[in-house]
C-alpha cells in the first residue's frame, strides 16, 4: 500500500488524533455491546420480555451489515473530518433518545440508527487513521485507532454494567450521551482535515470485490470471526456444561486483557509481519478452542481463554490492515465490506452456535466447531498471498 498523497510526511505518529479515534471506536463498540449488561432492567422498564430486548443487540449488527457498503459508498466523497463529527453527534443523539425513550419501538428505531452509524463509523476510521501518517506506520496506528475495542470489552462494557446496576440503565446510556458529545471538541483539536474521495478516483463495489487478493481476505475474516463467535457466544453454557459456571466473569475478565495485550502485539508488528501474524493468530484461536473442548480444570481453561484473547485481539487491526493493502485508494470500501462481513458472521455465529446447541443437547460440538472454523482460516491464509508483507 502506498502513502494517500494528502497524508502528512512527518516520521513522528499524531497520537492525540489516533486515540481520538480509539475513543469513538469506543464509544460504538460500548454503544453496540451495552444493552446485553443491562439486559434485564431494559426489558422490565420497557415492558418487553427479555428476548426483545435482546434484540436490540441484534438489529444494531443487523443495521450494520445491511448499511455499511452503501452509506459508506455515499459519503466518500464527503471531507473526512466533517464525516466523523457528524457521526460522532450521531452517537450522542441515539444514546441520548435511548436514555429517554418510554417505549420499545422508538428504542428498536434508535438502534437500527445507532447501527447505520457504526458502520459508517468502522469502514472510515480505519482509512482515515491510516491516511495521516506515513505509508511505513499505518498498521501501527491503525492498531492504535482500533485500541477502543478490546478495551471496551475488558473494562468498558463491565463499568456501563456496573453503572446501570448502580444507577439505572438510563443513566448507562446518558453518560454514553455527554461522554460521545465531549469528544467533539477533541477532534476539532486534534484531528486533521482530510478531503473526501474525488469522483474519478472512486471505485465501485464490484471493483473493489475484484481486486487480487481481496475476496481472500474476506473469507479468511469471516471463517475466524464466525469460529469465534460460535464458542464466545455460547461461552457461559460451555462453562456450566464443565461444571465451571462460577468462573464466567473471570474468563471474561480474562479474555478481555489478553486482547489488549494481543492487540498490542499486533500494532508492534503489522507493519513488518501481517502474513506471520495472520497465521499465528488462526492457528492458535483453534488450538485455544481445541483446548477448551477437552479440558474441565480451571487452570487450562482459564490458560486456553487467555490465548484464545491474545490470539484475536489484534484480529480487528490485521484485517482492515491487510484489506487496505489490497485495495489502496478504495480502503474506506474496502473497510465497509469487511465490517459487513465482520456483522455476519456475528449473526451466523449464534445462529450456528444455536443450532449445533440444539441439536447436540449439550455445548460438546461448540469448541470442536469453533477449532474447525479457525483451522480452515488458517489455511486459506497459509495457501493464499493476500495477507503479504509490506
Known sequence: MT?????????KLPLGALLAFAAVVLVGCLTETLPAGVLLPMSADLRVSESQAGQLVAVYAISTAATSVPLTALTRRLPRRALLLGLII??????????LSPWYPLTLVARVLAGAVSGVMWAMIAGYAMR??????AGRALAIAMAGTPIGFAVGVPAGTLLGELFGWRYAFGAMAVITAVLIGWVLW?????????????????????TPGFRTVLITTFALALGHNVLYTYIGPVLADAGLVELL???LLVFGVASV??????????DRRLRQLVL????????????????????????????????????PTMF???????????????????????????AAGAYLGGAALDLAGNTTPLPWLAAALAATAFGIAARRRAFRDS
Open 190 to 210: 486534534q484531528v486533521p482535515r482530510l478531503p473526501g474521495q474525488a469522483a474519478q478516483q472512486r471505485a465501485s463495489t464490484k471493483d473493489v470485490l475484484a
Open 280 to 315: 499465528a493468530s488462526t492457528s492458535l484461536v483453534a488450538i485455544a478452542a481445541a483446548l477448551i473442548g477437552v479440558t474441565d480444570w480451571w487452570p487450562v481453561l482459564l490458560f486456553a481463554v487467555a490465548v484464545w484473547g491474545v490470539a484475536f485481539g489484534g484480529a
Open 249 to 251: 466473569s473471570t474468563a
Open 132 to 137: 495521516i501518517v506515513p505509508a511505513e506506520r
Open 261 to 270: 495485550l494481543g492487540l498490542w502485539i499486533v500494532g508492534s508488528l503489522v
Open 90 to 99: 450521531g452517537f450522542a443523539v441515539v444514546n441520548a433518545v435511548t436514555a
Open 3 to 11: 502513502a494517500d498523497l494528502d497524508a502528512p510526511n512527518t516520521a
Open 320 to 346: 482492515p490492515a491487510a484489506a487496505a493493502r489490497v485495495a489502496g485508494r478504495d480502503a474506506d470500501l474496502a473497510q465497509s465490506l469487511t465490517i459487513t462481513v465482520w456483522n455476519i458472521a456475528i
